[in-house]
């Protein structure tokens, strides 16, 4: 692709990721002040101050942009946690402070909270159910060291595929569904080494 066919103006991003980038930024925008189902590509388009034909220059549809900003902004969270995780002093500390940690940054990010509230997700259908899938890797990938280092703490016939998609499975379960109890955060840690962490960690 030639640079005078990016459409770009004077501003030509310097290369196809630079490009992508780009129009995920004006997506995240675009979501947090018109939601996930009422942005459209013509309102990313404007907010990137290219056309739309520019956009899918680089995207196959406005789902692409949506697993965009999820992958970015859960990318961007794994790293601002994982110094935290790494000082703590066994597994079941990791998987209770990443869920904490985790649910509460989703509750206050503008676009994590908007993909993941109950009405968003049943309006978004297959975009959710898209970006679970690429959770679930990244999770995965985040945990590995974390059962590399602390073998001997798994439970018997549990690996890190199948306790990273539950540990997945738990934070969405929180997250979309409002249960009976309000907990505080010590509250919502003890219910976590209660019900899910004996499902993943020897006694």
Known sequence: MQTSDLRWGADVPDDLDSAKSR????AEEC????GIAKTTVEDIAKEAKVSRATVYRY???????VLGVLLRDTDRHLGRIRPR??????????IVEFVVMTERATRRDPSLSLLFTVDEARLA????????????????????????RWP?????????????EWIVRTLLSLLTVRGPHLRTPDGQRQ???TY???AICAS
């Not at 129009?23 to 004006?26: P, T």
Request: aromatic share 10%.
């Open 152 to 164: 001997a703490q798994l439970g018997e016939g549990v690996d890190v595929t199948g306790a990273s």
């Open 196 to 198: 899910l962490v004996p």
């Open 59 to 65: 995207i196959e549809g406005r789902d692409d942009l």
């Open 85 to 94: 995780m790494e000082q703590l002093g066994s597994l079941s500390d990791v």
């Open 125 to 148: 259908g297959g975009i959710i159910a898209g970006a679970s899938l690429v959770l679930f890797e990244r999770v995965k990938d985040f945990f590995l060291p974390f059962f590399a």
């Open 191 to 193: 219910y976590l080494r």
């Open 23 to 26: 129009l995920i930024d004006a």
């Open 31 to 34: 979501f947090g002040r018109l």
